[in-house]
């Protein structure tokens, strides 16, 4: 099986070099040269080949590239501001009332009084606040507008999804106390 294998490694090496020696020997031989010499256009054409002069380009030097910030966002600044504008600019303490939500205050009793009416309300600690109209409250600039019989009105400020700032009315309304006990 040795000399099997031998003999058909030994035969693709002469058929490859066969080939090879097929391929780079033939070629087309030049034309005989005629008696007299050089054939007549060969003489014509004796002139120098003129060689073109390369001229060298003379290459702008460029400044380094500076990159100039002006005119384009901060690409580590994140596009929604996380924290209100208005409380940035914020310069008197909060009041206590302003560091409910309204959703955490209850509208207790409305004082009716000859300069306006009285509203208190009562924080889930049981502490009581008077407020009356124009009285800041909450969390989102709310002052108070209105205090009516049964409600007290609450205007808020909010700012939208592009940044205007809205209004927002809210109602705290009065809890009746029913016969029988405390709603």
């Known amino acids: ?12 090496l002469v058929i490859g070099l066969a080939f090879m020696v097929v391929s780079c020997g033939g070629g087309t031989e030049p034309p005989p040269l005629a008696k007299g010499g050089a054939p007549k256009e060969a003489a014509k054409k004796v002139e120098p080949v003129k060689v073109e002069e390369k ?3 003379v290459k702008k030097e460029e ?5 100039n910030p002006g005119g384009k966002p901060d690409p580590f600044k994140p596009f929604i501001q996380l ?9 008197t303490p909060l009041t206590p009332l302003q560091k409910y939500d309204l959703s955490q205050l209850k509208l207790v009793a409305i004082i009716s009084t000859p300069d306006g009416n009285i509203a208190l309300v009562e924080d889930s600690a049981g502490r009581g606040y ?10 989102n600039d709310g002052k ?3 205090i009516l019989k049964d409600r007290v009105i609450i205007e808020e ?7 205007q700032t809205k209004k927002n009315e809210v109602l705290l309304f ?8 405390e709603s």
Not at 1 to 12: D, H, I, S
Not at 130 to 139: A, H, Q
């Open 55 to 57: 001229k060298e380009v």
């Open 130 to 139: 008077f407020i009356k109209r124009g009285t800041e409250i909450g969390k």
């Open 83 to 91: 924290s209100p504008v208005r409380e940035l600019t914020r310069t």
């Open 63 to 67: 400044p380094d590239y500076q990159y």
């Open 174 to 181: 009065l809890h009746k106390i029913e016969e029988g006990g």
């Open 1 to 12: 099986m040795f000399q099997e294998r031998n003999r058909f490694n030994v035969a693709c």
């Open 144 to 146: 108070v507008t209105k």
């Open 157 to 163: 400020l909010y700012p939208d999804v592009w940044g």
